[in-house]
């Protein structure tokens, strides 16, 4: 059974930084795909970013190219989202997810999410 434990969502100023983690279990995270979309109410999801822990190819969003960083530590089992130069329209829920096609933000697993604020 897969199992997505996400945190560092919250609230902060626009211009500000934010750094989601997701810790994984249940899943082959050596060789396959994990990410974060995201939903703001009233929006359809949003793929953000997916990398591959194999090889650590990433995929970002047009809309958040050069803010936010995927990365990973395979020996924890972990992947970030480093959000910087964060903007009001980033507000969303923000989903761990695993499995899938990285390159189209295509995933299967993902948790409950975790609310992203920014303020202007």
Not at 45 to 68: L, P, T
Not at 84 to 96: F, G, I
Request: hydrophobic residues 30%; charged residues 15%.
């Amino acid at each position: 059974q897969v199992q997505l434990v996400e945190s560092g969502g919250g609230s902060v100023q626009a211009g500000g930084s934010l750094r989601l983690s997701c810790v994984v279990s249940g899943y082959t995270y050596s060789s396959g795909c994990m990410g974060w979309f995201r939903q703001a109410p009233g929006k359809e999801r949003e793929g953000v970013a997916a990398i591959y822990a194999s090889h650590g190819s990433a995929y970002y969003a047009n809309s958040v190219k050069g803010r936010f960083t995927i990365s990973q530590d395979n020996a924890k089992n972990t992947v970030y989202l480093q959000m910087n130069s964060l903007k009001p329209e980033d507000t969303a829920m923000y989903y761990c997810a695993a499995g899938g096609r990285c390159w189209v933000f295509n995933f299967e697993h993902w948790d409950q999410g975790t609310q992203v604020t920014v303020s202007s």
